[in-house]
């Protein structure tokens, strides 16, 4: 039994939850947000809650379950509170800066990168924190790390990009001693 898919999600005032055609679409002050879902899944709305049940105990139906259930408590939070990530720049001269829907890195290559932000997704750089934020979990999560593999941070001396709450584990260099 999946413990995640059985409890309902709560929609707070402001917030509609709409099924229709295998389409799922949730209207928030922030925004909407659209999903498909398949159809070993259904979603009952009823006093502000929304449970979702599977058609059958298959393997794949279980799995769809917990995953219909985490995706729509996400698309209810991000059309209400909204997601953000942020990632910590270090390096010697490495900076970013923002120039209308995209962000100039300086990373230490011979050339500067510009990585243009898609659409729904903004970013502000604060010194060397860039923070990213949207409404989408999942394009917020994958415009970090696109951001991150730009100059991923190496385990001497933590160049590179990293997120706030990324430990780096260093190692010892060389001793150049015999």
């Known amino acids: 039994m999946s413990r995640i ?17 295998n389409l799922l679409t949730v209207k928030g002050s922030k925004g909407e947000l659209n999903q498909d879902f398949l159809p ?13 049940s599977r058609k059958d105990d298959s393997k794949r139906a279980k799995s769809m379950h917990g995953l219909y259930r985490k995706l729509l408590e996400n698309m209810v939070t991000g059309v209400t509170n909204g997601f953000s990530k942020a990632l910590i720049i270090n390096g010697v001269g490495y900076r970013a800066e923002v120039k ?20 729904g997704i903004t970013a502000v750089v604060e010194g060397n924190k860039v923070t990213v934020s949207g409404i989408s979990k999942e394009k917020v999560g994958l415009v970090a790390s696109e951001i991150r593999g730009l100059r991923p941070p190496e385990p001497y001396k933590g160049k590179g990009i990293k997120y ?15």
């Open 5 to 21: 898919g059985l409890k309902p999600v709560t929609v707070p005032k402001g917030v509609t939850v709409a099924v229709k055609n």
């Open 40 to 52: 070993e899944v259904s979603f009952d709305i009823k006093d502000g809650e929304v449970v979702v």
């Open 100 to 119: 209308g829907k995209s962000i100039l890195f300086s990373l230490g290559y011979s050339t500067s990168i510009e990585y243009m932000m898609p659409e």
């Open 164 to 178: 706030e709450t990324e430990h780096i584990r260093r190692k010892v260099g060389k001793s150049g001693v015999k």
